[in-house]
């Protein structure tokens, strides 16, 4: 799997778009991006996934750089009930079984 | 639709003592199952995954062992548990062949004292 860098945390505005970004430099050509959020004591909740073009979905925008090396969440209003920890996970669908979750962003929406 | 049942939600357990929890999946067949733990503070970990009935694959050596009984059961088991067993468990389930989708359980905060 290739390995990923996100930001330690970040705050937001509650309704301004929250921006999450990821590093993942060695990004093979059949990895995909996955994007799982942990709010405080729940499970981890699927949020989006991406190959090489951007994808939408109701929760969230996923923008993948064209040489895919580095991709961005967007929630484009957040609230306060998106406060999570946010996991940016890159795997191959074909040869990995299991998600490997690092360390994350721990996003706070501010009031 | 799929729902994915979790056991105890809360567990304090003496040292030494015996350890299973429980969780069972509803509405798929053929799922793939996970045990993943997070430690205070810490990170998901993956310590057990199943393809299906009986086969089970450690991600971790440790004191834990895991089991499939049946297609939609997966069991966490320890004989003796240790202090360090604390933590927070979960149990996943996906769709073969799919890494997007993971669903997650409700989770058990295990307290080892």
């Known amino acids: 799997d290739a390995k990923t860098t996100q930001p330690t945390s970040m705050d937001c505005a509650e309704g301004r778009a929250a921006n999450l970004p990821c590093n993942h430099s060695?990004?093979?050509?059949?990895?995909?991006v996955y994007w799982y959020r942990q709010i405080h004591s729940q499970g981890p909740q699927y949020i989006i996934h991406?190959?090489?073009n951007n994808e939408t979905n109701e929760m969230a925008s996923l923008i993948i750089t064209e040489d895919r090396k580095s991709s961005t969440l967007i929630l484009p209003h957040a609230t306060l009930r998106d406060t999570a920890v946010y996991y940016c996970?890159?795997?191959?669908?074909?040869?990995?079984?299991?998600?490997?979750f690092g360390s994350g962003t721990q996003l706070t929406v501010l009031p | 639709s799929q729902t994915i049942h979790q056991w105890p939600a809360t567990l304090v357990q003496p040292v030494g003592s015996p350890l299973s929890l429980e969780c069972t999946v509803e509405?798929?067949?053929?799922?793939?199952l996970y045990w993943y733990r997070q430690a205070a503070g810490r990170g998901l970990q993956l310590l057990f995954y199943?393809?299906?009935?009986?086969?089970i694959s450690s991600e971790v050596p440790q004191n834990l062992s895991a089991s499939r009984p049946q297609d939609r059961q997966f069991i966490l088991s320890s004989k003796k548990l240790l202090l360090s067993d604390s933590g927070f468990y979960l149990c996943?389930?996906?769709?073969?062949?799919?890494?997007?989708?993971?669903?997650f359980g409700s989770g058990t905060r295990l307290t080892v004292v």
């Open positions: 996943a389930w996906s769709v073969r062949g799919r890494l997007w989708g993971y669903t």
């Open positions: 060695t990004i093979s050509g059949n990895e995909y």
């Open positions: 991406g190959l090489k």
């Open positions: 996970i890159v795997t191959s669908s074909g040869s990995a079984r299991q998600l490997t």
């Open positions: 509405g798929t067949s053929n799922p793939n």
């Open positions: 199943s393809v299906g009935i009986g086969q």
